[in-house]
């Protein structure tokens, strides 16, 4: 006597899943979805982001000193190589000069810093990659949220080299905040995409540096764009003005600095600082979250 025919016979994989509500293992999961699963880790996001900066000097003598010494001692250099040597402060006095350069150094150390985090956020934790399900947007976002307070207490010294050259507090010091606001969606959404690809081709990693370098000396860390280019074709000023890294260290230069005004700021400054932090932020989010069951396979 044969056996009853299957209910469920001549469906396809496809169709049986669906039937019984089986899914992938590892799926995508849709857009809202994934950033309700985001906010469920926010705890999570926080403490990885808090125990990655207080593990990152723990074997320095100094620990967490480094995080002001480094960016610090990296004003010192430039000051030297390009104050002194090769007379990058020209058109600027003393004392709008060095507070200008450290805050360059520092603002732009923040964006180097959460890119080239970014860039190892998924190649360099592979293990907790594969052995733990999560949303893998949770470590890029982790490192820039890192890199972020770092630069909190880096700002401690930012403001007593602010006042030790004649800078006091004042109203303009409250933009501050807006300013690190929109660097930092900036910041996460560029670590984002550099989290994608540093996960497909780990050599990036390696090539990165000479990237950010170039970025820095196109940015007017150490010198003003306008006042350095004023003699080359305008375009060339306005190009560099508006790229992100420019605007973000100029705002924070004209919240800071005394004698920095307005008029060394490109035109609708702020509507472009929001422009660049939106269409990083939600662009590299969504590039992140479309690849986000390959990463740790492969």
């Known amino acids: 006597m044969s056996a009853p025919p299957s209910p469920d016979e001549g469906l396809t994989a496809a169709q049986l899943a669906a039937k019984y509500g089986l899914s992938v293992s590892g799926a995508r999961p849709s857009l809202f979805e994934y950033v309700r699963q985001l906010w469920d880790r926010r705890h999570f996001i926080l403490a990885f982001s808090r125990a990655k900066l ?42 709008v000069y060095i507070p200008f350069l450290v805050t360059g150094v520092f603002v732009f150390t923040f964006t180097q810093s959460s890119v080239m985090a970014g860039v190892r956020a998924i190649s360099g934790n592979l293990g907790l990659v594969r052995a733990l399900h999560f949303p893998r947007a949770s470590l890029p976002i982790s490192f820039a949220l890192q890199q972020l307070q770092q630069l909190l207490f880096s700002m401690i010294v930012l403001f007593v080299v602010a006042v030790g050259f ?3 507090p004042r109203l303009s010091w ?22 994608r690809a540093g996960a497909k081709t780990p050599d990036l990693a390696q090539l990165m540096p000479f990237v950010m370098r170039t970025w820095m000396y196109a940015s007017g860390v150490m010198f003003s764009i306008p006042i350095m280019l004023k003699d080359r074709p305008e375009w060339i000023a ?34 472009a600082a929001l422009g660049w932090a939106l269409l990083f932020a939600v662009g590299g989010f969504v590039y992140f979250w479309k690849a986000e069951e390959r990463y740790g396979r492969g």
């Open 174 to 195: 409250l933009l501050i905040v807006p300013a690190l606001v929109l660097q930092f969606l900036f910041n996460t959404g560029l670590a984002m995409i550099m989290a």
């Open 166 to 168: 004649g800078s006091y």
């Open 238 to 271: 306005t190009v560099l003005q508006w790229n992100p890294a420019a605007i973000y260290m100029d705002l924070m230069r004209f919240a800071l600095i005394d004698g920095y005004g307005s008029e060394n700021l490109p035109d609708h400054v702020w509507a």
């Open 54 to 95: 207080t593990a990152q000097y723990s074997q320095a003598k100094l620990g967490q000193l480094w995080q002001v010494a480094t960016p610090l001692l990296n004003a010192a250099v430039y000051f030297f190589i390009f104050g002194l040597i090769l007379k990058a402060d020209r058109g600027m006095d003393r004392e």
